[in-house]
């Protein structure tokens, strides 16, 4: 087991650009969690996926803004037209959450992709 | 909505001594989970302990063991035997779609 992985581990970009990370989950995980945190702060839960389907968004997360799960495994982030305020750490996550009873899982964080935008 | 507070946003400890980090959370949830991540320097978050809400019985993984008060909605988290490598930014998560406090930094001295 190789663990939650993600690409890039930094990302340097000028306002309006767009970018994209992805994020490659614990294999046979079915949860796919995104989430941003910025400097002193604890993570802030964005989206999730449960296999493909896109369950919750948070209201953090503008139209700019856009998550992709295309076949159930690794997953996508993408920001378009960059603005200051996007700098920060995204973190993904990845849990295998049973489909009967009531346990959440652990989730199981990648090392980030630490976005500044310029 | 899910609360959690962390009121201690720095603490330090002389290895092998014990620390105690205190955590208080809010939810209308009947049934709960809470856990305790630590980031290292690093930043990669890495799960230290978690705990069941139904579960009486305070969880302990080695050195790490919790302080579960679900009356007070309190959730402590205490290191013995402190590690220079216990060095991070602990938070205090709970939730389906983790809402993190906003950390205490533990600094670990010889």
């Known amino acids: 087991d190789t663990g939650v992985s993600q690409d890039p581990r930094h990302k340097i970009t000028k306002r309006g650009q767009n970018v994209t990370f992805r994020c490659d989950p614990i294999?046979?995980?079915?949860?796919l969690y995104w989430y941003r945190q910025t400097l002193g702060q604890g993570p802030e839960f964005l989206t999730y996926?449960?296999?493909?389907?896109?369950?919750?968004k948070s209201r953090l997360l503008s139209d700019r803004f856009s998550a992709e799960r295309p076949k159930g495994s690794f997953s996508t982030l993408e920001i378009q037209r960059t603005e200051q305020g996007d700098s920060a750490m995204y973190l993904c996550?990845?849990?295998?959450?049973?489909?009967?009873?009531?346990?959440?899982?652990?989730?199981?964080f990648g090392p980030g992709t630490r976005l500044l935008v310029l | 909505a899910q609360t959690v507070t962390q009121s201690q946003p720095e603490m330090s400890v002389q290895e092998a001594e014990t620390v105690t980090l205190s955590c208080t959370y809010d939810t209308s949830e009947s049934n709960y989970y809470l856990f305790w991540y630590k980031q290292p320097p690093s930043r990669q978050m890495i799960l230290v302990i978690r705990?069941?809400?139904?579960?009486?019985q305070n969880a302990t993984e080695n050195r790490f063991s919790v302080n579960f008060q679900k009356a007070a909605k309190s959730f402590s988290l205490k290191i013995s035997d402190s590690q220079l490598g216990d060095t991070a930014m602990y938070f205090c998560?709970?939730?389906?779609?983790?809402?993190f406090g906003t950390g205490t930094r533990l600094l670990v001295s010889p």
């Open positions: 705990q069941e809400a139904y579960k009486q």
């Open positions: 294999s046979e995980h079915n949860r």
């Open positions: 998560a709970s939730g389906e779609k983790l809402v």
């Open positions: 996926f449960q296999n493909e389907a896109q369950l919750e």
């Open positions: 996550a990845s849990s295998l959450e049973r489909v009967v009873g009531p346990i959440q899982e652990t989730q199981y």
